[in-house]
């Protein structure tokens, strides 16, 4: 079993729900009600990483909006 995903040779990519939350999903499979694919696919920690960069706030959209 491959703990940390560094011998993951897996094809993923990055998708995102209405609230504004990351995920990633095996490239050959269906995108799920609800979530977007945002145009970045590649191996499992370069997913991630992008997911790093540009998911900024944890918090979904409806909590965010409620604060401004």
């Known amino acids: 079993m491959i703990k940390d995903g560094t011998n993951d040779l897996k094809i993923y990519r990055v998708i995102v729900n ?26 499992r920690q370069e997913c991630l990483a992008y997911i790093g960069k540009v998911w900024t706030d944890m918090q979904p959209i409806s909590v965010r909006s409620l604060k401004e």
């Open 18 to 43: 209405h609230e504004g939350q990351y995920s990633i999903l095996l490239a050959e499979r269906a995108i799920p009600f609800g979530w977007d694919d945002v145009g970045k696919s590649g191996p």
